[in-house]
């Protein structure tokens, strides 16, 4: 098995695999897969956790709670009583009809660059992108409670932060019967996507009140239709599970079979797509109950639900909880849930244990030259420097491969009908040159994982959406507009293609013609920092080579 071969296989495979990919996800079924005829019919959009009574474990959704069902999620409207809270990275509208975010813009993050002023969304409470924050607390059957449904009161109808200030409390109220109230005490912080909002429960009655806390997300699952040319489209977007000790991908297709029911400390629940996020960070130490379900046929529902508790009269208790939604900046996703991982949202796949030195050397790099298409460059220097010696050794077996290339040739033409000769006397002269034709496949072999891992860096990391190089290149997440740096990459390993020694097969040796050709289309559509990346790791390897062959030729 030689080099060349190898390269070719790989090509093949390649293409094969991303048309054969392609073709499945763009022709796959767009309808939400129905849920088995004996499962248990779901729950409606009110999903109240079940009260506490006498020696009960409070139930999921339980019918006989007596809790009042709302709306279908299709058919509610617009919040009628919000308030609205800005911060200098959000943009959020609470519903005082269960006091909960139930929108949340990002000012930082436009949708596109063309459109500046249109933000991301994330939560929201329109019918068809319905994905909001529902918090509160559960107390007795048929008693009233600061569940998500209640009503709260607000001292304002608007709250922003101050020039100056780098936090802003809103404080939500409920007061129910017998002298027992709630509050929902929200805490923002200057340049923070996460929100620290505490359920307090208070008893000024004669009686203890049994109580319990919990906090959950509904979201409506628009699954993303594949295509090669949309990145965005290849990142998992759904319903994610943090035990305390692993992380879990939960499908929805799988979720509606069997929900998933734990109860574990130092967990978190979150829904994540493409370079965003909204979690629920629990942030106690106790063990807590953590649900994920299918809801409604056509949505899911992840929720924390803390341990019961009795509050004494002229007691309080509180129940801390941390929020996080907005993008997956991996330094605020660590300070947010420090030792519990939430940077694992960042989806790097199994190659985790490679992309994440990667992102932290290509962060640090930033730091200093504060470009990240400059970064990916010098990113790509440290790497090749890594595997000097491995690539050096492969160098110098292509150079000897090439300065045998007419020998061999002419080995061909003696023994063209003698195959078994032909190779006894190319494995002599290999061993009297001391030429190791397989020397070239295993520095490719090591490298790929390092590609692949560098391929999730770059797609998945937010920090390079939208993030801009030089000139014509204004994003480096996605696709070069003019497809200049691919035009470049094939140039680059045209060129490194007469580095190389000459295939000796005519056959062979036409496909490595068209080869860089190929590769140019596959990666055209990538995005553009991963096409420097490679347009990179390809000039130096030319600029390695070339001395390489110099070296070669003086010694012989």
Not at 360 to 377: E, K, R
Request: charged share 20%; glycine share 6%.
């Amino acid at each position: 098995m030689d080099r060349i071969r190898f390269v070719l296989w790989f090509g093949l495979l390649a293409a094969i695999w991303i048309s054969y990919t392609t073709w499945v996800d763009e022709n796959r079924p767009e309808t939400v897969p129905a849920a088995p005829a004996d499962q248990p019919a779901q729950q409606t959009s009110s999903d109240v956790p079940g009260a506490i009574g006498d020696g009960d474990v409070p139930v999921i959704g339980d019918p006989a709670t007596g809790v009042p069902e709302v709306a279908p999620a299709e058919t509610q409207a617009a919040p009628a009583r919000r308030i609205s809270v800005r911060t200098d990275v959000l943009d959020l509208v609470i519903d005082l009809d269960g006091g909960d975010i139930v929108r949340a813009d990002l000012p930082e993050y436009p949708v596109d660059k063309e459109t500046p002023d249109v933000p991301m969304r994330l939560l929201d409470y329109t019918p068809g992108n319905r994905w909001v924050f529902q918090t509160g607390l559960v107390s007795q059957r048929d008693a009233p409670a600061p569940t998500h449904e209640a009503t709260f009161q607000a001292d304002s109808d608007s709250y922003v932060l101050a020039e100056g200030s780098d936090s802003l409390e809103v404080r939500l109220r409920w007061s129910g019967p017998a002298g027992v109230g709630a509050e929902k005490v929200y805490t923002f912080r200057r340049g923070q996507y996460a929100v620290d909002l505490e359920l307090v429960a208070q008893n000024e009655g004669a009686d203890p009140w049994p109580t319990r806390a919990y906090a959950q997300m509904r979201r409506r699952h628009n699954p993303a239709d594949r295509s090669y040319l949309s990145v965005d489209s290849y990142s998992f977007t759904g319903p994610v599970i943090y035990d305390g000790d692993q992380y879990e991908k939960i499908d929805f297709e799988d979720l509606q079979r069997d929900p998933v029911d734990q109860t574990v400390p130092n967990g978190w629940v979150a829904s994540i797509q493409h370079h965003f996020l909204a979690a629920i960070v629990p942030m106690t130490d106790e063990a807590t109950a953590y649900e994920a379900r299918a809801v409604d046929g056509d949505s899911y529902r992840l929720q924390a639900l803390g341990p019961g508790t009795s509050v004494a009269p002229g007691g309080e208790f509180r129940y801390p909880v941390r929020l996080f939604v907005g993008p997956k900046l991996q330094d605020q996703l660590a300070a947010a849930a420090p030792g519990r991982e939430l940077r694992l949202t960042v989806d790097y796949g199994v190659l985790t244990v490679l992309s994440q030195p990667l992102f932290w050397v290509l962060d640090l790099i930033h730091g200093w030259v504060g470009n990240w298409g400059l970064s990916i460059i010098i990113t790509t220097f440290l790497i090749k420097l890594v595997f000097y010696k491995l690539t050096a050794t492969s160098g110098r077996s292509m150079a000897k491969m090439r300065k045998l290339a007419p020998r061999m040739k002419a080995l061909q033409e003696k023994h063209k009908d003698d195959r078994q000769a032909l190779s006894r006397e190319m494995m002599a002269l290999y061993k009297k040159e001391k030429v190791n034709p397989a020397a070239g496949c295993l520095p490719i072999l090591i490298q790929m994982p390092f590609f692949f891992a560098f391929y999730w860096v770059l797609i998945e990391s937010v920090e390079m959406r939208q993030a801009p190089f030089v000139l014509w290149i204004q994003d480096l997440s996605v696709r070069d507009p003019f497809f200049i740096l691919p035009a470049l990459m094939i140039g680059a390993m045209a060129f490194q293609m007469r580095l190389n020694p000459a295939p000796p097969d005519p056959v062979q040796a036409r496909v490595m013609q068209i080869m860089p050709f190929v590769f140019g289309v596959l990666f055209a559509f990538f995005p553009a920092g991963l096409v420097l990346y490679w347009l990179t790791n390809t000039v130096v390897s030319i600029a390695q080579q070339w001395r390489i062959n110099q070296l070669v030729a003086r010694e012989g």
